[in-house]
């Protein structure tokens, strides 16, 4: 198993410096998403790691071995590609990897669950299909990595399903996968999670310690979506603190793996939507405010709303069932518990 790692990546184009200083690695027998909004450098970083375009500064490393100069065992796969003008996926298997793929092309096929396939027409095929069988002809020729860029665009919901496992299996090979998009939703699937944003690697590790607990701004904004709140730090309390904004004091719990902002500095803190609760009257909790609905829509099983507060507009996640007592500008009453917030940089 050889895990592919970049280390210290910097890539420039036409003068300009697209990635810089980005190291990480993707495990082997994992699946590692790569999220990052357009223009954040997530194709040139692909292009470099593949070969198909020069390194500034920094290494590629495949299993420990430092493939820079002749990077083997590394596949691609481009957005736009396609099966071609082959009339069955074995045709156009045969004619992407260049050679004879008879003797492993069936036994990926059956891993994929996609056994009987060889024979099946490309129009025939789904969305999904098309990308599964694609992945698992880039990655015959070349056998240890195989990155996708753009991954999942244009496919729903099952076909993404489809394109995961059929990464997955791959993965369990013992091969390195990583994957581009930004679509938060897919990479949140992945396994691991690397966030780019300008060039930059600002984030990385699994899906749900990125989400639950992003670093800054733009890690909480590419993960989902998030409310970004700042205020002053008055006071301390035992294992929490207060902090102000626009008249108001918040309270805030600290983990026993942070450390609280100084007193009177400014801190920022990123709020998910489902953690914000519309309360009923009575109903307390740790930081509340009164606001009015500015928007409301149904999203199956909840309703998102915005809610114009003293502290801006609140983005609110709330059951659909019961149907919440909130009207497109009506008054409501916001709160969240002290835990619910995190603190960013």
Not at 166 to 183: E, V
Not at 192 to 207: E, F, K, Y
Request: with cysteine; proline share 5%; charged share 20%.
């Amino acid at each position: 198993m050889k895990p592919l790692s970049l280390r210290g990546l910097t890539v420039e184009r036409d003068g300009r410096v697209v990635v810089e200083d980005v190291s990480f690695t993707a495990p082997a027998g994992a699946v590692t998403a790569l999220l990052g909004g357009m223009g954040a450098g997530k194709t040139s970083l692909l292009a470099a790691a593949a070969g198909l375009l020069p390194i500034a500064r920094g290494a590629v490393m495949l299993g420990g071995a430092d493939i820079t100069k002749r990077r083997r065992g590394v596949a691609l796969l481009p957005p736009g590609t396609s099966l071609g003008r082959s009339a069955t996926v074995g045709d156009a298997w045969r004619a992407i990897a260049a050679r004879d793929v008879r003797p492993g092309m069936a036994a990926l096929l059956d891993r994929l669950g996609l056994t009987g396939m060889v024979t099946r027409r490309l129009w025939t095929l789904s969305h999904g299909e098309h990308f599964a069988a694609l992945a698992a002809a880039r990655l015959l020729p070349a056998g240890e990595a195989l990155l996708v860029d753009e991954a999942g665009a244009g496919l729903d919901r099952s076909g993404q399903e489809l394109f995961l496992a059929a990464l997955r299996t791959m993965a369990h090979d013992g091969r390195s996968i990583l994957f581009a998009t930004r679509n938060e939703s897919l990479a949140l699937a992945a396994d691991h999670l690397v966030l780019l944003d300008r060039g930059r690697a600002i984030q990385a590790g699994t899906p749900a310690s990125c989400y639950a607990e992003p670093q800054s701004a733009a890690a909480a904004l590419l993960t989902g979506p998030a409310n970004i709140m700042e205020g002053t730090v008055r006071e301390r309390r035992g294992g929490a603190y207060i902090w102000t904004a626009a008249g108001t004091r918040f309270w805030q719990t600290a983990t026993p793996e942070t450390t609280p902002p100084p007193l009177g500095s400014l801190a920022r803190f990123c709020l998910r939507p489902e953690r914000v609760m519309l309360l009923k009257a009575g109903e307390k909790s740790d930081n509340m405010l009164t606001g009015v609905v500015t928007s409301l829509q149904s999203a199956g099983h909840a309703l998102a709303l915005e809610v114009e507060t003293a502290c801006g507009v609140l983005q609110v996640s709330a059951p659909s069932w019961p149907r919440p007592a909130a009207t497109l500008g009506g008054e409501v009453l916001v709160g969240w518990d002290g835990g619910a917030a995190s603190v960013i940089e």
